[in-house]
């Protein structure tokens, strides 16, 4: 008999995380429009996963509590990026149903354990332990909070030269599951600013992926379009996501414009 809940709803229960470690590629989204319907608009448009982002996004844990319903109605998980790895904020994200949760600016190894340590419940890190909310469905399946292995996929972003040259150790920790480059930031980091074609920043990449594979781990990447996302999957990357909400509503708007009246 599975140790699932026999309905677990919007909650992944895992299943995501289990896919990346069983070496699948996935696609998904960041949703930053502070809006549930986006989020299922996503989800239902064949995402894998939505990243809900609360470093750029214009919405706060709001907008991760209704997000996540909204996206788990089509059985699709959703990873929230939060403003920074303090425990608290990480906490707060994961009672409402994260499935994962993504730290960005993280310069070194420490950091990032320190991290891992508030995605678990005791004695493997120091979550806080409660069963009123959604990831212990309302105290109604308390199986989480004693579960032997990680539910919660742990993405942590690669973006400065700190995290660069720390990445292989970054990847080897444990509940460390994706090795996340942040394209934009990383490149003026290696003072490349926007040029993502740039042998510095191509071999950037190329460190991160073989860090990953060698830690059987799955590197991740945000790209523009879904060509972009195609040439990153052809080149080791796993969890890949395509642009935004806003993003990607935008160009399809102005590419629409910009025919009508041509």
Known sequence: MSAEPMNPGPLNAGRLRRRLAGGDVTIGT?????????AEVCAAAGADWILIDLEHGSGGEDSVRDGVIAAGSYG???????????????????????????IPRLNTVDQAAESVRHMLYPPHGDRGVATYNRSCRWG??????????????????????????SVEEIAAQDGVDVI??????LSYALGVPLQLDSNVFQEALQRVVSAAQ?????????????????????????????????????AAFRDAFDTARN
């Open 76 to 102: 699709v998980p959703t990873i929230v990026r939060v403003e920074s790895g303090d425990r608290i904020r990480i906490g707060r994200v994961l009672d409402q149903g994260a499935a994962g949760i993504m």
């Open 140 to 165: 109604m399946d308390r199986r989480t909070l004693t579960a032997p292995d990680q539910e919660t996929l742990g993405v942590i972003q690669i973006e400065t030269l700190e995290a660069l040259e």
């Open 214 to 250: 060698l830690h059987n781990k799955a590197a991740g990447i945000l790209a523009v379009d879904g060509m972009g996302a195609a040439k990153y999957v052809r080149q080791g990357f796993r969890f890949v996501a395509i642009g935004s909400d806003s993003t990607i509503m935008a």
């Open 180 to 185: 996340f480059v942040g394209p934009l930031d």
């Open 30 to 38: 960041f949703v930053g429009l502070s809006s549930a319907t986006a």
